[in-house]
């Protein structure tokens, strides 16, 4: 038999999971167009499988092009991790529950690619670079990831749960992202 404090503690534990996941992707988004991306879109997806993968509770972040410096394409990568610590610290410790490997292992790989484009000898200092640019970025620009988390936050169980075109633009605008690069 399930109680209401056991279904109190499952639905807090999911809403910290969702929570942490569009901070997450909020701090790629913001830290991609901080270092000159042009985005094209960011969206979660709760209610609704991946299209290309078909798994729930993952995300993405879409930019025009890609960035050409690997260092700052790094720092994107790292950017949703970072942002989790930085700003759902709570969420996550609440969402411990759920697994978060999902999300970060395409990162993950990712970040492993991109790696491998360094010279053997240079991908430790790229990496720590990497993560010192994604802080600087995310701490600059804090209230914008909250502000485009909390916009994902509110549409996760809408059809679509993206922030794209004008209103993404006007999210970062109205935000004055610092450090665009």
Request: aromatic share 4%; net charge negative.
């Amino acid at each position: 038999m399930v109680d209401d404090e056991d279904t109190i503690t499952v639905r807090n534990a999911l809403d910290a999971e969702e929570r942490a996941l569009t901070v997450h992707e909020a701090g790629h988004a913001v830290v991609a167009h901080a270092l000159g991306a042009v985005l094209v879109l960011v969206e979660v997806y709760v209610s609704h499988p991946n299209p290309q993968d078909g798994k729930m509770g993952g995300g993405k972040t879409c930019c025009r092009e890609p960035l050409s410096d690997d260092v700052k394409s790094l720092a994107v990568c790292v950017a949703g991790y970072k942002a989790e610590l930085a700003f759902a610290a709570d969420e996550q410790r609440l969402a411990n529950m759920f697994a978060r490997e999902g999300r970060l292992a395409g990162d993950s790989k990712q970040m492993q690619e991109l790696l491998l484009r360094f010279p053997e000898g240079e991908r430790l200092a790229a990496l720590v670079k990497s993560f010192g640019l994604a802080d600087e970025k995310l701490k600059a620009n804090e209230r914008a990831v909250r502000k485009i988390a909390d916009a994902l936050f509110e549409r996760r169980f809408a059809d679509s749960a993206r922030i794209e075109g004008d209103e993404l633009a006007a999210l970062l605008d109205e935000e004055e992202v610092h450090g665009r690069s």
